[in-house]
């Protein structure tokens, strides 16, 4: 086997692989089925790049000694980011690996060196893109864009080096250690938003008075008290490998002392580097170790071997229903696994809805404002922490697409886990504000009643738009910028529209009232056509997203649209 650092195969793979995304992009781009959104997307995305064009070419500098504080304190968030996310969610792997690298790699004659070298390489390659883009926005704050330029692209190379050390060890201790480590990141979390929120909420007299809406203005709140604890010492010490890199960005001229940091820049990001191939090489001894421990056992007889059989009497007997139900609770059981990842992605929803009782007095204001905000914040964040449904299932499209089951009750299927979670959900966040701020149970029924279809909706979108742009979950490249796009567009111009359908159907229910019934109370007549008719069109909506999803599961090519 080649002792290289680099094998020469691994060189033509990633060249050959660059051009294949490119192909492959254009050849999507380009389907007839999806060049109605393509070309919407690509409109967009030109708008919004020439619209970040002129903001940058036409706006004032920022101040430099601002500059100097958020910049660090922007690359440490981002670190701690990956870090709370590893014990939010435990990877499944250290290094991931698509089925088709693993199917070129695995069974290659490379060690597991050069294939940590080859991920590294792919790693760096997304840095400078990133860097690119970070040198592109900050132009007007530069007075030198190429030490800005390297010093953007060690600081998140650095960072990236980081996840990957990160994701290794989550992935490489045992489950006792992991929930340590996970208990001891969340509660350290918990305690500096513990002290961040008791800041905000000492400054809610002032909210009611605000010109923002009550949730924008204690997250400015949160923000500027966050911004304080970089005075702290923890802070500090967070903070001061990131100085370095923010030096080098935001360096006015030449020196030699320039060179030094930016030498130390690049030490450290090599440092990072060789501290991930002893990370990645002591955990996989680790788990040889103990597949050997385990394999012996089992030799031995030691540990009981459950069979299929016994598996399958003990799940029991499903209802066939044409195979919806089956897939529903393969999903559901997913869900179940990942338990407390879901119970720690509620709570950031839970917290922005429930701000209104904090702020408004009124019971039924206090209330249509927690209904209001539930409904969009389940629209903007539940998607992305409910991936139980064909999203889950991207390495498993052709085994779905094989399934004997009809398109139908395979869509209906997908759907059920997180339509059920996400109305689950919203029904205790309804409940815990009734109870807080009492109110009729009528308001509490009606408001989930109307929140369930629009669940329907919201999921049978974001499974609409990966049929059609399927993706992995860590993906990057132009696809995901376009994806991105679309997906935010089309949800911002969906929210909007409701909002729109809303104030109109308030409109027009009153004069109907009003006019088909004038004797009858015109608040109680209005509001019952009002939410009568509000059912009837998201129920309208959930229907025809759910027909749309069906038919592009219908035409879904698993040979061609499962991204490599």
Same mark, same amino acid.
């Given at each position: 086997?080649?002792?290289?650092?680099?094998?020469?195969?691994?060189?033509?793979?990633?060249?050959?692989?660059?051009?294949?995304?490119?192909?492959?992009?254009?050849?999507?781009?380009?389907?007839?089925?999806?060049?109605?959104?393509?070309?919407?997307?690509?409109?967009?995305?030109?708008?919004?790049?020439?619209?970040?064009?002129?903001?940058?070419?036409?706006?004032?500098?920022?101040?430099?000694?601002?500059?100097?504080?958020?910049?660090?304190?922007?690359?440490?968030?981002?670190?701690?980011?990956?870090?709370?996310?590893?014990?939010?969610?435990?990877?499944?792997?250290?290094?991931?690996?698509?089925?088709?690298?693993?199917?070129?790699?695995?069974?290659?004659?490379?060690?597991?060196?050069?294939?940590?070298?080859?991920?590294?390489?792919?790693?760096?390659?997304?840095?400078?893109?990133?860097?690119?883009?970070?040198?592109?926005?900050?132009?007007?704050?530069?007075?030198?864009?190429?030490?800005?330029?390297?010093?953007?692209?060690?600081?998140?190379?650095?960072?990236?080096?980081?996840? +990957?050390?990160?994701?290794?060890?989550?992935?490489? !201790?045992?489950? /006792? #250690?992991?929930?340590?480590?996970?208990? *001891? %990141? $969340?509660?350290?979390?918990?305690?500096?938003?513990?002290?961040?929120?008791?800041?905000?909420?000492?400054?809610?007299?002032?909210?009611?008075?605000?010109?923002?809406?009550?949730?924008?203005?204690?997250?400015?709140?949160?923000?500027?008290?966050?911004?304080?604890?970089?005075?702290?010492?923890?802070?500090?010490?967070?903070?001061?490998?990131?100085?370095?890199?923010?030096?080098?960005?935001?360096?006015?001229?030449?020196?030699?002392?320039?060179?030094?940091?930016?030498?130390?820049?690049?030490?450290?990001?090599?440092?990072?580097?060789?501290?991930?191939?002893?990370?990645?090489?002591?955990?996989?001894?680790?788990?040889?170790?103990?597949?050997?421990?385990?394999? +012996?056992?089992?030799?031995?007889?030691?540990?009981? !071997?459950?069979? /299929? #059989?016994?598996?399958?009497?003990?799940? *029991? %007997? $499903?209802?066939?229903?044409?195979g919806g139900v089956a897939l529903a609770w393969r999903?559901?059981?997913?869900?179940?696994?990942?338990?407390?990842?879901?119970?720690?992605?509620?709570?950031?929803?839970?917290?922005?809805?429930?701000?209104?009782?904090?702020?408004?007095?009124?019971?039924?204001?206090?209330?249509?404002?927690?209904?209001?905000?539930?409904?969009?914040?389940?629209?903007?964040?539940?998607?992305?922490?409910?991936?139980?449904?064909?999203?889950?299932?991207?390495?498993?499209?052709?085994?779905?697409?094989?399934?004997?089951?009809?398109?139908?009750?395979?869509?209906?299927?997908?759907?059920?886990?997180?339509?059920?979670?996400?109305?689950?959900?919203?029904?205790?966040?309804?409940?815990?504000?009734?109870?807080?701020?009492p109110i009729g149970p009528g308001f509490v029924v009606?408001?989930?009643? $109307?929140?369930?279809?629009m669940n329907i909706s919201i999921f049978a979108l974001?499974?609409?738009?990966?049929?059609?742009?399927?993706?992995?979950?860590?993906?990057?490249?132009?696809?995901?910028?376009?994806?991105?796009?679309?997906?935010?567009?089309?949800?911002?111009?969906?929210?909007?529209?409701?909002?729109?359908?809303?104030?109109?159907?308030?409109?027009?229910?009153?004069?109907?009232?009003?006019?088909?019934?004038?004797?009858?109370?015109?608040?109680?007549?209005?509001?019952?056509?009002?939410?009568?008719?509000?059912?009837?069109?998201?129920?309208?909506?959930?229907?025809?997203?759910?027909?749309?999803?069906?038919?592009?599961?219908?035409?879904?090519?698993?040979?061609?649209?499962?991204?490599?």
């Amino acid at each position: 086997m080649n002792s290289t650092t680099f094998h020469p195969a691994l060189v033509g793979l990633l060249r050959l692989r660059s051009i294949a995304r490119l192909r492959r992009s254009r050849r999507r781009l380009s389907s007839p089925r999806r060049l109605v959104l393509s070309t919407l997307a690509c409109l967009l995305a030109l708008l919004w790049l020439g619209n970040a064009i002129t903001s940058i070419l036409f706006r004032a500098s920022a101040d430099p000694e601002m500059l100097r504080r958020w910049v660090p304190l922007g690359f440490a968030v981002y670190g701690l980011w990956h870090l709370v996310k590893a014990a939010y969610r435990r990877p499944e792997q250290g290094i991931e690996w698509s089925p088709a690298e693993r199917d070129l790699l695995e069974g290659g004659p490379f060690s597991r060196h050069q294939l940590l070298s080859y991920r590294l390489a792919t790693v760096f390659g997304a840095a400078v893109l990133k860097a690119a883009c970070f040198t592109a926005l900050m132009v007007p704050d530069l007075k030198l864009r190429l030490p800005g330029f390297v010093g953007a692209l060690t600081a998140l190379t650095f960072l990236e080096l980081w996840r +990957m050390n990160v994701e290794i060890t989550a992935c490489g !201790v045992g489950k /006792a #250690t992991y929930m340590k480590l996970r208990g *001891g %990141v $969340l509660l350290c979390v918990a305690a500096a938003l513990f002290t961040t929120i008791t800041i905000a909420v000492y400054s809610l007299p002032a909210v009611e008075t605000a010109r923002l809406p009550a949730a924008l203005v204690i997250l400015k709140h949160l923000g500027m008290s966050a911004a304080q604890l970089e005075s702290t010492l923890v802070g500090q010490v967070i903070c001061a490998p990131f100085h370095l890199f923010s030096d080098v960005i935001l360096a006015d001229h030449y020196s030699g002392l320039l060179a030094v940091r930016m030498a130390l820049g690049i030490l450290a990001v090599l440092a990072m580097a060789g501290m991930t191939y002893r990370v990645d090489r002591f955990f996989q001894r680790r788990r040889v170790a103990h597949e050997r421990r385990t394999y +012996m056992k089992t030799k031995d007889g030691r540990r009981p !071997v459950r069979t /299929a #059989t016994a598996a399958a009497r003990n799940a *029991g %007997v $499903l209802p066939w229903r044409g195979g919806g139900v089956a897939l529903a609770w393969r999903q559901l059981l997913g869900a179940r696994h990942y338990w407390v990842s879901v119970l720690i992605a509620f709570s950031a929803p839970t917290f922005l809805a429930l701000i209104p009782l904090v702020v408004y007095r009124d019971a039924r204001l206090a209330f249509m404002n927690v209904f209001g905000g539930l409904a969009f914040y389940s629209l903007l964040l539940l998607p992305a922490a409910l991936r139980f449904d064909f999203r889950r299932d991207v390495d498993r499209m052709v085994l779905v697409k094989s399934l004997p089951i009809s398109p139908r009750a395979t869509v209906v299927g997908q759907l059920v886990a997180p339509v059920a979670l996400a109305s689950v959900y919203q029904l205790c966040v309804l409940l815990a504000a009734a109870v807080i701020r009492p109110i009729g149970p009528g308001f509490v029924v009606a408001g989930w009643l $109307l929140l369930i279809p629009m669940n329907i909706s919201i999921f049978a979108l974001d499974n609409l738009l990966f049929l059609l742009y399927p993706y992995r979950q860590n993906q990057e490249g132009l696809e995901v910028f376009l994806r991105t796009t679309l997906t935010f567009t089309a949800k911002g111009i969906l929210f909007a529209l409701v909002l729109a359908i809303m104030a109109g159907w308030a409109l027009l229910a009153g004069a109907l009232v009003h006019k088909l019934a004038p004797g009858t109370d015109p608040h109680v007549g209005t509001r019952f056509l009002f939410i009568a008719g509000m059912g009837v069109m998201v129920m309208a909506a959930a229907f025809m997203t759910v027909r749309l999803t069906i038919r592009a599961f219908g035409r879904f090519d698993a040979s061609q649209d499962v991204p490599a």
